[in-house]
């Protein structure tokens, strides 16, 4: 028999955060079990990595979400993360030739050409692409209200502009691309995510009775 300190303890997840892997569920077994495991790892606070490895399941979330509107996702590889690494390289190899900002422009000619094609290249590919992904983003979160008076076209803008900052931010620290990780900026990046899916997915006459539930379970684990 285990001792009290071995009994698995109880996730300290939020009444929202219940009800948001309950809204899921509904719709999404698949997304319903990456979140919960995003919160499993979120509040394991012995873990280091807990906050690199919460920004991947919320990565795969955020790029997951159309399967809920009964889309394909987008399919991988083709990222900003891919595209930029020609430019990488390009600058790599200048820097591995020993040229810096007071090396003379002659000298350094045939390798800035290179940097520089490559970036007009990555640029192109941004210009050609970033307005179809927003294009995408505002369907699919326009779909996820259901039927009903649209939203006006500032605010939808903003949300995609904050789900798609988020999605860039989650992608940045699951490759470990910040020395340290402001807790509270990720929490601001994450709590915004729940909350438009919960907005949108969670009907009004659930609502009450999901958050009713979940501080029941709350109250019953003596929180």
Not at 18 to 40: D, T
Not at 82 to 90: D, E, G, L, M, Y
Not at 113 to 140: C, H, S, Y
């Amino acid at each position: 028999m285990k001792t009290p300190e071995e009994q698995p303890r109880s996730m300290p997840s939020t009444a929202e955060q219940e009800a948001l892997v309950a809204c899921l569920a509904r719709r999404s077994e698949k997304l319903a079990r990456i979140y919960g495991g995003c919160l499993r790892v979120l509040y394991d606070r012995d873990n280091p990595c807990r906050l690199p490895l919460t920004a991947h399941s919320m990565r795969e979330l955020i790029d997951k979400s159309p399967i809920l509107t009964g889309r394909q996702p987008a399919p991988q590889g083709d990222t900003v993360g891919n595209r930029i690494q020609p430019v990488k390289q390009a600058y790599l190899a200048i820097k591995a030739q020993g040229f810096d900002e007071n090396s003379p422009l002659d000298a350094a000619e045939g390798v800035v050409r290179q940097v520089l094609g490559a970036l007009d290249r990555f640029f192109e590919w941004m210009e050609e692409n970033r307005p179809q992904i927003e294009k995408k983003t505002a369907e699919m979160l326009s779909d996820l209200s259901g039927p009903g008076q649209a939203l006006p076209v500032d605010v939808s803008n903003s949300e995609v502009a904050r789900w798609m900052a988020a999605h860039e931010y989650f992608q940045k620290v699951a490759h470990h691309g910040q020395d340290h990780v402001n807790e509270n900026e990720f929490m601001l990046h994450m709590t915004y995510i729940e909350n438009i899916l919960l907005q949108r997915l969670q009907p009004p006459a659930v609502a009450d009775l999901d958050a009713l539930d979940a501080l029941i379970r709350e109250g019953e684990n003596g929180q």
